[in-house]
């Protein structure tokens, strides 16, 4: 194993950036630290120790990776890397409420356990502390690297609006949902990778190329992961099959299906707007959508956006070894290869 294969191992990664993102939890209000910490998997819900905290750090894996890519150490972008962990998991307790989910990670969802009102002041306070975490760290770029952060947050709330929108748009077309993955998701995947070229001082158009690899990475993971909803095997996927298409929440395939077009298309357009929820309704979308061609659409979108986040980083003039690296972190990411 190379020296950076073992600066950026998944086991590096969370010894790095947990202490940080712990302590800076446990200095809030004693209940929102709480339940920040369950929500973490720090403590289980009588505040005892846990050993739950099993996210994958996949944004800070890519922040420490475009560090060593711009000839910093992985430790300079420590703080900003788990001041973004904090800022994603602020958006994952806000979605479980708006989403009405129980599970997260296997355990019950943050609101469930303490509280709708609680649980949305605890993501917040989540969101508050990331950028209190960049803001007091005295490095290089500091501004610029605020100002990206902010606007990583402004972008996540603009796409979480979005949605509701497009939700009640039975018109809108992948163009529309593209929007939405730009804001909700690439935003933090762009914040990650361009985070360490602030802080080195790299030019713009170094800036633009990881800008656009986040962007590309971001919408080639989410049309997968929708892929997966409708036809991913749980036990992989984490969550319970075809739980977008229940909520009626727009998702690629789906999209893609409403818009083709022919007596499939618009079979579809009416079980998707009928109000029902059962599972034979949930199998008959499903099937309609494969039909429809949207899930060879929604594939193939996938596949174009993660050849044009991979063309995106190799213009951005990394060092190699660190641009080889992200290249396998951004497969791990969207294809979920070992």
């Known amino acids: 194993m190379s020296t950076l294969d073992t600066l950026l191992s998944p086991g590096t990664v969370r010894s790095a950036v947990l202490p940080v993102v712990r302590q800076?939890?446990?200095?809030?209000?004693?209940?929102?630290?709480?339940?920040?910490?369950?929500?973490?998997?720090?403590?289980?819900?009588?505040?005892?120790?846990?050993?739950?905290?099993?996210?994958?750090?996949?944004?800070?894996?890519?922040?420490?990776?475009?560090?060593?890519?711009?000839?910093?150490?992985?430790?300079?972008?420590?703080?900003?890397?788990?001041?973004?962990?904090?800022?994603?998991?602020?958006?994952l307790i806000h979605d479980d409420i708006i989403d009405g989910d129980d599970l997260r990670r296997g355990r019950r969802a943050a609101w469930t356990v303490f509280g709708t009102g609680l649980a949305i002041l605890a993501g917040d306070a989540l969101q508050g502390l990331s950028l209190q975490l960049?803001?007091?760290?005295?490095?290089?770029?500091?501004?610029?690297?605020?100002?990206?952060?902010?606007?990583?947050?402004?972008?996540?709330?603009?796409?979480?609006?979005?949605?509701?929108?497009?939700?009640?748009?039975?018109?809108a077309g992948i163009r529309d949902y593209e929007r939405i993955v730009e804001e909700k998701t690439s935003a933090l995947l762009e914040c990650a990778l361009v985070?360490?070229?602030?802080?080195?001082?790299?030019?713009?158009?170094?800036?633009?190329?990881?800008?656009?690899?986040?962007?590309?990475?971001?919408?080639?993971?989410?049309?997968?992961?929708?892929?997966?909803?409708?036809?991913g095997d749980p036990a992989v996927t984490g969550k319970p099959v075809r739980s977008d298409i229940q909520r009626r929440n727009p998702s690629c395939p789906v999209m893609a299906g409403l818009?083709?077009?022919g007596p499939a298309s618009e079979r579809l357009r009416e079980l998707w707007q009928a109000d029902d929820t059962t599972v034979a309704h949930l199998q008959k979308i499903a099937d309609l959508v494969e039909?429809?061609?949207?899930?060879?659409?929604?594939?193939?979108?996938?596949?174009?956006?993660?050849?044009?986040?991979l063309a995106h980083l190799g213009r951005a003039e990394l060092i190699p070894a660190a641009s080889n690296e992200l290249a396998a972190v951004f497969d791990r990411i969207v294809h979920r290869s070992a």
């Open 24 to 91: 800076q939890v446990s200095a809030l209000e004693p209940t929102l630290a709480r339940i920040s910490s369950y929500h973490l998997g720090f403590i289980d819900e009588h505040g005892e120790p846990s050993g739950a905290a099993n996210g994958k750090l996949t944004r800070s894996a890519l922040m420490m990776a475009a560090a060593a890519g711009v000839g910093l150490r992985p430790q300079d972008v420590v703080s900003q890397a788990a001041a973004l962990e904090l800022l994603h998991n602020s958006t």
């Open 134 to 171: 960049v803001v007091d760290d005295p490095g290089p770029g500091r501004a610029e690297i605020s100002c990206a952060f902010a606007e990583a947050t402004r972008l996540v709330l603009s796409g979480q609006a979005r949605e509701f929108t497009v939700r009640l748009d039975a018109d």
């Open 195 to 231: 985070t360490p070229a602030l802080r080195a001082g790299r030019p713009e158009h170094v800036l633009a190329a990881l800008r656009g690899a986040g962007r590309h990475l971001g919408l080639a993971f989410q049309i997968l992961n929708d892929v997966e909803d409708i036809w």
């Open 259 to 261: 818009t083709a077009g």
């Open 291 to 309: 039909e429809s061609g949207g899930r060879r659409t929604a594939e193939q979108l996938s596949r174009s956006h993660f050849d044009s986040a």
